[in-house]
Every structure is written in C-alpha cells, then in structure tokens.
C-alpha cells in the first residue's frame, strides 16, 4: 500500500519557518487524500492541514490559518506544509496521513508516515 515518509522538522526560533515534506510511495498518489496532523506530548492528535485529490479542497485547523500552507505536487509525489510565523505551541511531532476518503480527522486516516519532530523554541 502507500507509503510516507516526512522529512524537514527540527529547531526553529518563534517566528521562524519550516517546510516539511511528505514523499509518497508505493501507489498513485492520485488516488489517496492527504493531510498533516501533529501530536505534543500529553495531547491528542490533532489535524493541522489536509488537501483533497481532486478538487483540491484544503482544510486548516483554525490555530494554523494564515501561518501554514498544504501544497500537494503530484510531479513529485510529495506533499508539503509550509509553516510560518511558528509559534512555541506548534512544537510537537508531525505526521503525514493518507486515505481513499475525505477526511482530516486523525482516527479516520487509514496510512501514516513516522513522524518528524518539529521543535520552536528560543
């Protein structure tokens, strides 16, 4: 089935940027929809951004509207987040999720990658 992998988390400072990308395997990327969750310590998982496959359709949880940006490019079978104006409270572990159906709730994801961490902090 699909894989994914995440890459780009680490150590930025409060207002700083990071681009994290999740690399899609193992299928045709069109066929799955995609979003971006993350988890800190003691919380649930949360979804942060998901994009649809056809259409597009993009969801932002409200803590993350202005500052993130989910891109979907299908030639390079990535999907991104683009996070600005990082904030302390954004510091948790990001996950990429993939499912046949339109959703951005994390216990109706059916793929996951493993995570990267991502960390704002001065």
């Known amino acids: 089935q699909v894989q994914l992998v995440e890459s780009g988390g680490g150590l930025v400072q409060p207002g700083g940027s990071l681009r994290l990308s999740c690399t899609v395997s193992?299928?045709?990327?069109?066929?799955?929809?995609y979003g971006w969750f993350r988890q800190a310590p003691g919380k649930d998982r949360e979804g942060v951004s998901c994009i649809s496959t056809g259409e597009g359709s993009t969801y932002y949880a409200d803590s993350v509207k202005g500052r993130f940006t989910i891109i979907r490019d299908n030639a390079k079978n990535t999907v991104y987040l683009e996070m600005n104006s990082l904030k302390p409270e954004d510091t948790a572990v990001y996950y990429c999720?993939?499912?046949?159906?339109?959703?951005?709730?994390?216990?109706?994801?059916?793929?996951w990658g493993k995570g990267t961490l991502v960390t704002v902090s001065s």
């Open positions: 193992g299928a045709s990327m069109n066929y799955y929809h």
């Open positions: 999720a993939a499912d046949l159906a339109w959703s951005c709730h994390a216990d109706a994801m059916d793929y």
